[in-house]
């Protein structure tokens, strides 16, 4: 079965930068299409970016722009979600998911993420 397992999460400072990373299996990855998204405390699930089969195409919800950079490794079935200039806002569960925007066929358990001085 599909089977997405999130790391790279943990705590940084305002500033900051983290790497996030999805391992995937269960199905073919190299042809899907894969998203990031996230859920902040007391809100509902976010999305984050996306990024289509190749790699080729990506996008980013605006408040990420600038700032995250999505990529994917089809050799290794790994996604990666590369953030930088961190902020609390950015403080969240992070989940990788199948689908380039929602409805998602899957998602994952997720990674904390706590930007915080």
Known sequence: ?????ESGGGLAQPGGSLRLSCAASGFTFSSSSMSWARQ???KGLEWVSGVNWSGTFVVYEDSVKGRFTISRDNAKNILYLHMNSLEPEDTARYYCAVGIRPPYDA???GTEVTVSS
């Open 40 to 42: 902040g405390p007391g």
């Open 107 to 109: 998602l994952g358990q």
């Open 1 to 5: 079965q599909v089977q997405l397992v």
